[in-house]
C-alpha cells in the first residue's frame, strides 16, 4: 500500500490527501456521509404518499422549467479540462479495487435503506421522491465522473467505478436509480467533451450544495428507432442552432433544468447543451411500463435556438457514438443489478415455500431454474465489467459493449421471466417486487441515453 502525505481539509470540508488513488476522493466523500445519520434517518422515515406525476394531470405544457440561469463563463473555443485514462495493470482482474469495493459498499447501503422502501410509492406515483434524489446528491452521485480539478471526484476516467455504483444502485430499485444517475450522465458528458466554457458554465451548478435535475435526451417515439440516426434535426442559422423534434423516455422531464439533446446535425449525429427555459421546449408526461420512478417524459424542441457555442463535442458523430457506448455500458451495469435482485429474492423464497410436503428448491426443474438465472446473471456481468474496464482505459470497447449489451437485453428479460414464474401467483401481484423489476428489466433493450458512465 502506498504512502500518502498528512491530510488536509478540503473546500468541501472533507478529509483528503495530496494525492489519491483514482476513486479516493469518492471515497472520502461517500464515507464521511455514511457515518452520518442521513441513511438510517431517510431508512426509518415512513414514506409519504406521493403525488401522482403532475403532468399526467396536465399533459403537454409550452414551456420547460423555467430554473436557473447558467451563467456564461470561461474561454469559448478553448479545450477543456479532461481526466486521463485509467493505467493498465497488465493483468486480466476484473475484482473491483480496495477503493471501489468501499464505493461499493456505501452506495449498497443508500440502495437498501433509501431505494428499496421508497420504490413502490414511487412506481405508483412516476416520480422519485426528492429526498431519495437529495441523499444521492449528498453521496456525490453527481460528480463520480467530473475531474477532480473542475471541483469532482474523479482523477481517472470512471467508467469502472461508475459501473459498479450503477449496479448497486438498481438493486434497490431501477427507477430511482436511474433518476439518482440521470443528473450525473449531464455531469460526466460536458466533463467528456465539454470546451473550457461549456465546463465553467455548467458544472459548478453540479458541485455545489444545489444540484440542478438534468437528463440525457436520446430515446426517440419512432416505429424501427435507430439511435444512431436521429429524426430530431438541427440546422445552423448563423450563430445559433435551431433543433426540431421530440425526444421520449427522458428522466426528470419535469423538473429538468438542462438537457443534452441528441439531433442530426448535416447528415451526422451529435449532442447539444439544451437549457429547459429556452423558448419552444415544451415537456409532456411519458410513464411507461417500467422505469416508472425516473419520472420520465417527452422532451419536445419546437424551432428551438440555442447558441452555436452549445454543440457538444465534435459534430462529425464520433462523440455521439461513444455517448451511445457508454449509455449501453450504464444501463448494462443497471440491468446487472436488478438481475441480482431477482435472484437474491427468489433464491430464499423457493427453499421455504411449500407444496406437496417439502420446498419447491427440491423439484429438480426449479433448482435447474434458478442455477440459470445465476449463470446467466454472471455472464452478463463479467461482460459489463471487461467493457466497462476498457473504457477506462481510454481503449476502443465497440465490441465489448455490444456483446454486453445483447447479452443484458436477452438474459435480463429471462431472469425477470423467471423470477415471475418461480413465485407463482405471487409472481404477479404487488405485494412481491419481482413483477415491478420484470417491467424494469424490459427496459435494457428499450431505452437509450437517460444515464452514462
Not at 151 to 170: C, D, K, N, P, Y
Not at 342 to 355: G, I, M, N, Q, S
Not at 378 to 407: H, I, N, P, W
Amino acid at each position: 500500500m502506498s504512502t500518502t502525505k498528512p491530510q488536509r481539509t478540503s473546500r468541501h470540508g472533507l478529509a483528503s490527501t495530496e494525492r489519491r488513488d483514482p476513486i479516493g476522493y469518492a471515497v472520502a466523500a461517500l464515507g464521511a456521509v455514511a457515518r452520518s445519520d442521513l441513511i438510517d434517518r431517510l431508512g426509518l422515515r415512513k414514506q409519504t404518499e406521493q403525488a401522482v406525476f403532475t403532468l399526467t394531470r396536465g399533459g403537454f405544457t409550452t414551456m420547460g422549467a423555467a430554473g436557473r440561469t447558467f451563467k456564461r463563463a470561461g474561454k469559448r473555443g478553448a479545450a477543456g479540462a479532461r481526466v486521463p485514462a485509467a493505467s493498465r495493470p497488465g493483468v486480466f482482474d476484473l475484482t473491483p479495487t480496495e477503493d471501489e469495493q468501499m464505493l461499493v459498499d456505501v452506495v449498497a447501503e443508500l440502495a437498501t435503506d433509501v431505494l428499496r422502501p421508497a420504490a413502490q410509492d414511487a412506481d405508483e406515483a412516476c416520480e422519485a421522491p426528492a429526498e431519495v434524489l437529495q441523499a444521492g446528491h449528498e453521496l456525490g452521485l453527481p460528480t463520480l465522473g467530473v475531474p477532480e480539478s473542475l471541483g469532482g471526484i474523479s482523477e481517472e476516467r470512471s467508467a469502472t467505478a461508475g459501473a459498479l455504483v450503477a449496479e448497486a444502485l438498481a438493486r434497490g430499485d431501477l427507477g430511482l436509480a436511474v433518476a439518482s444517475l440521470a443528473p450525473g450522465a449531464v455531469a460526466t458528458a460536458i466533463s467528456l467533451w465539454g470546451t473550457d466554457a461549456q465546463q465553467q458554465t455548467y458544472l459548478p451548478a453540479f458541485t455545489g450544495d444545489d444540484v440542478p435535475a438534468a437528463a440525457l435526451a436520446l430515446t426517440e417515439p419512432t416505429v424501427l428507432f435507430d439511435v444512431l440516426s436521429p429524426a430530431t434535426t438541427a440546422r445552423a442559422e448563423g450563430a445559433e442552432y435551431v433543433l426540431d423534434g421530440t425526444k421520449a423516455l427522458v428522466p426528470l422531464a419535469s423538473t429538468a433544468e438542462l438537457f443534452v439533446v441528441g439531433a442530426d446535425l448535416d447528415g451526422s449525429p451529435a449532442l447539444f447543451l439544451v437549457e429547459s427555459g429556452t423558448e419552444g421546449v415544451g415537456i409532456e408526461a411519458d410513464p411507461a411500463m417500467g422505469v416508472r420512478a425516473a419520472g420520465l417524459g417527452r422532451l419536445h424542441l419546437d424551432g428551438v435556438r440555442i447558441p452555436a457555442e452549445n454543440l457538444l463535442g465534435a459534430a462529425d458523430g464520433t462523440t455521439y457514438a461513444e455517448c451511445v457506448r457508454l449509455s449501453r455500458l450504464a444501463w448494462c451495469a443497471l440491468g446487472v443489478g436488478v438481475g441480482q435482485a431477482v435472484l437474491d429474492y427468489v433464491t430464499p423464497y423457493v427453499k421455504e415455500r411449500k407444496a406437496f410436503g417439502e420446498p419447491v428448491a427440491h423439484r429438480q426443474s426449479v433448482a435447474f431454474m434458478v442455477a440459470t438465472m445465476a449463470t446467466e446473471l454472471q455472464a452478463m456481468r463479467l461482460l459489463t465489467y471487461k467493457a466497462a474496464s476498457r473504457a477506462a482505459q481510454g481503449r476502443d470497447f465497440a465490441r465489448e459493449v455490444a456483446l454486453a449489451r445483447k447479452a443484458c437485453a436477452e438474459h435480463g428479460m429471462r431472469i425477470g421471466l423467471d423470477g415471475v414464474q418461480l413465485l407463482g401467483g405471487h409472481g404477479f401481484v404487488k405485494d412481491h417486487p419481482v413483477e415491478r423489476w420484470y417491467r424494469d428489466l424490459r427496459a435494457l433493450g428499450v431505452m437509450e441515453g437517460a444515464v452514462l458512465v
